[in-house]
């Protein structure tokens, strides 16, 4: 079974920059694609980034777009998102998971970590 950890969240003043990683353990993840999902307060969880399975294909969405950015390390197990020129906006908590899930998914989710935007 496959679990996820995500860390790196903080406050951070608008246009900083964060890096988010997410720990995956389990057999064969690095065969599947992943994918980082949001949260903000009082909304309904939402698509962000996925990258392929060997990381050469990556898809963003248009909220964030030019600023984030999704890779991954097989070797370490691991799945980055470089967030920069962050606003007040992108405030949210943020989860990875399989790049086939949904923000309606009900497996596979962490803890996620939180990011607030603020000055």
């Known amino acids: 079974q496959v679990q996820v950890e995500e860390s790196g969240g903080g406050l951070v003043q608008p246009g900083g920059s964060l890096t988010l990683s997410c720990l995956v353990s389990g057999d064969q993840w690095s065969t599947y694609g992943m994918a980082w999902f949001r949260q903000a307060p009082q909304a309904d969880r939402e698509f962000v980034a996925e990258i392929s399975w060997n990381g050469r294909r990556t898809r963003i969405s248009e909220a964030v777009k030019g600023r984030f950015t999704i890779s991954r390390d097989n070797a370490q197990n691991t799945v980055f998102l470089q967030m920069d020129n962050l606003k007040p906006e992108d405030t949210a908590r943020y989860y990875c998971?399989?790049?086939?899930?949904?923000?309606?998914?009900?497996?596979?989710w962490g803890q996620g970590t939180e990011v607030t935007v603020s000055s």
């Open positions: 998971n399989f790049a086939s899930a949904t923000p309606d998914s009900t497996t596979g």
